[in-house]
T-cell receptor
């Protein structure tokens, strides 16, 4: 079946540090890959996505590259801010029989950025 | 961006009672809504997919008679947990799809005592 594995948290960084959150996936077919972010008290928001191999998704200084050869979609940011503190979810989406698609999520990684 | 709301944000109920959770798409019409359940430090697990005006499609292992889903309009879906038990305590999250993107509600924390 389809699954997503991401590094456990919490990840604690100082402001302006480099961020990497690892994500690997297992899927049949050709999934689209996503990173969602959940700020305290809010719903999940789409951060970035990539729909095919070698695509790079980017938004708000975050980026992730769809690596088919390593089945990975690691999230990176060159310089984190306190406002980036949140829970980050890696997810994949694949078209299901009958149409439509279904999201499969990783367990989420909590990021804490300190001054 | 599109906004999805949930009500209530948290609820405590006694074992054996039923609880209804509402999910609304505030500024768009959603033909498809999804209900997820999240346990601490675990990923979101899809419970069911509901399409407006038709019966919900439940994931394997989810009891459709226990988790009643109604999607009567393009902006409202409800999840009713019937005869709740402590093991139903969890964080329930809804999502609504607008074209190809899903938008998520803030979640509802259910505690059954």
């Amino acid at each position: 079946g389809n699954s997503v594995t991401q590094m456990e948290g919490p990840v604690t960084l100082s402001e302006e540090a480099f961020l990497t959150i690892n994500c690997t996936y297992t899927a049949t077919g050709y999934p689209s890959l996503f990173w969602y972010v959940q700020y305290p008290g809010e719903g999940l928001q789409l951060l970035l996505k990539a729909t095919k191999a070698d695509d790079k998704g980017s938004n708000k200084g975050f980026e992730a590259t769809y690596r088919k050869e390593t089945t990975s979609f690691h999230l990176e940011k060159g310089s984190v801010q306190v406002s980036d503190s949140a829970v980050y979810f890696c997810a994949l989406s694949i078209v299901v029989t009958g149409g439509g698609n279904k999201l499969t999520f990783g367990t989420g990684t909590q990021l804490k950025v300190e001054l | 961006g599109a906004v999805v709301s949930q009500h209530p944000s948290w609820v405590i109920c006694k074992s054996g009672t039923s609880v209804k959770i509402e999910c609304r798409s505030l500024d768009f019409q959603a033909t498809t809504m999804f209900w997820y359940r999240q346990f601490p430090k675990q990923s979101l697990m899809l419970m069911a997919t509901s399409n407006e005006g038709s019966k919900a499609t439940y994931e394997q292992g989810v009891e459709k008679d226990k988790f009643l889903i109604n999607h009567a309009s393009l902006t409202l879906s409800t999840l009713t947990v019937t005869s709740a038990h402590p093991e139903d305590s969890s964080f329930y999250i809804c999502s609504a799809r607008d074209n190809l993107e899903q938008y998520f509600g803030p979640g509802t924390r259910l505690t059954v005592t």
